[in-house]
């Protein structure tokens, strides 16, 4: 199978084409990434020496680039289409939409049309659980929830997410949409909870808790969910949407006592800042469509998958420097201001 990824340097994607380069013996993956300050070459070094030019191409590009996307389906003859590539941080997207407007909707939309028009037998949409809004204290999505995003990225991604239903419903073309939840593990980007709170826990700087650090989160780890979109890829049932999960929702405050507690830190660096504007306060994931029809389930607990995570942000110290090298610190800067 010969698989188009885009978004492939930043954090789920090199995830995602390490454990299918390694998974899947007669595969070969093109990756499609714009290396944004998200995107980084070196989460890929490994897999560059081991099957550069073989079962592993780079193209530097953007998915808005219909010429250039054509150009790889045909070159390479491409069997299927994993869009990853995203601007992902809420954040950001309330500091400026634009850029979120382009990739997530504009960028989406173009790849799509390629695809389809090209003749790739499968697209795979890769979006999120926070298109269905904010929970209250009891339940959770299911994919019959109806959308409604609240912050830009997230009203980003459910645009696309239409686009790609009325592509299935227009045109009969083959789409699977996923819908996962918040991810940790080995090279997320550190201006995301974990990495953010690990780095700045390591350098007893102090820790920005949004309002009152109770909005609830359903933490997976990013290998399982890169199992999730494998399934969804190889199995999973044209026009369909699957939302997987991690069955390990925690509240804020304890995921950032959780890391103080392991690294040996106190918890008088913990600063409870100014809430982040339409910050959806509980994410839950009801995954029992993907179990019954992929047989998904998730492999790491919490506990593990965490530990295993700040063994690797501590052992790749210099990966973190690299990553911060681009707009990171103006962004920080003008992000946090004097709150922290
Ligand atoms: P990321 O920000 O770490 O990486 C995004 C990658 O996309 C980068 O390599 C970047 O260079 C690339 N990119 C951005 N714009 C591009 C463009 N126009 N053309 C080509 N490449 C471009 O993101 P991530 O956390 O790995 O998320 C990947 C996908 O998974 C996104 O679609 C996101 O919405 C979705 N998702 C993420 C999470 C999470 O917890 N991180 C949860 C559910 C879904
Ligand atoms: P984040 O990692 O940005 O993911 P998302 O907003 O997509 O869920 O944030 C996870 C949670 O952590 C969210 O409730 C916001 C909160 N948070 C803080 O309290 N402080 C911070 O500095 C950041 C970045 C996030």
Redesign the pocket.
């Known amino acids: 199978m010969r698989v188009l990824v885009t978004g492939g340097c930043g954090f789920i994607g090199s995830n995602f084409i390490i454990h299918m380069l390694a998974t899947h013996q007669d595969m070969t993956i093109v990756n499609l990434d714009k290396l944004t300050y998200a995107g980084n070459l070196g989460n890929l070094a490994g897999v560059r020496r081991e099957h550069g030019g073989t079962r592993y191409v780079f193209a530097r590009g953007d998915i808005a680039n219909a010429e250039l996307v054509a150009h790889l389906i045909t070159v390479h003859k491409v069997d299927a289409v994993v869009n990853f590539a995203a601007e992902t ?3 950001r997207s309330i500091a400026d939409a634009s850029p979120f407007i382009q990739t997530n909707i504009v960028g989406a939309q173009a790849l799509l049309e390629t695809a389809r028009t090209m003749g790739v037998p499968r697209f795979v949409h890769v979006s999120t659980d ?1 298109v269905y809004g904010t929970l209250g204290p009891e339940g959770a999505f299911s994919e019959e929830t109806p959308l409604a995003p609240n912050s830009p990225y997230s009203a980003s991604k459910a645009a696309a997410d239409l686009l790609v239903r009325a592509c299935h419903e227009t045109y009969g073309y083959d789409t699977v949409i996923t819908r996962c939840s ?1 991810n940790y593990g080995p090279y997320q980007f550190p ?3 974990i990495p ?1 709170m690990i780095g700045r826990a390591v350098n007893d700087e102090p820790l ?3 309002g009152d ?1 109770k ?1 609830v ?1 359903d933490w997976i780890h990013v290998l399982d969910h890169c199992r999730g979109v494998e399934l969804a890829l190889l199995k999973g049932r044209a026009g369909e949407v699957y939302n997987f999960g991690g069955a390990a929702e925690k509240p ?1 405050i304890e995921v950032v006592k959780t890391i103080l507690a392991a690294l040996g830190k106190p918890e008088s660096l913990i600063r409870f800042v100014t809430d ?1 504007p339409g ?1 959806d306060r509980r994410y839950a994931m009801d995954f029992s469509k993907a179990r019954r029809e992929l047989g998904f389930a998730p492999s790491y607990d919490f506990t593990r998958g965490m530990a295993e995570t700040l063994a690797w942000y501590l052992e790749n110290a210099a990966w973190v420097e690299d990553v911060k090298s681009g707009n990171y610190a103006r962004f920080m800067a003008a992000w946090y201001g004097e709150r922290v």
């Open positions: 941080h809420v954040d926070e918040n201006e995301k909870l953010l920005p808790v949004y650090g909005n989160r804020n982040r910050h």
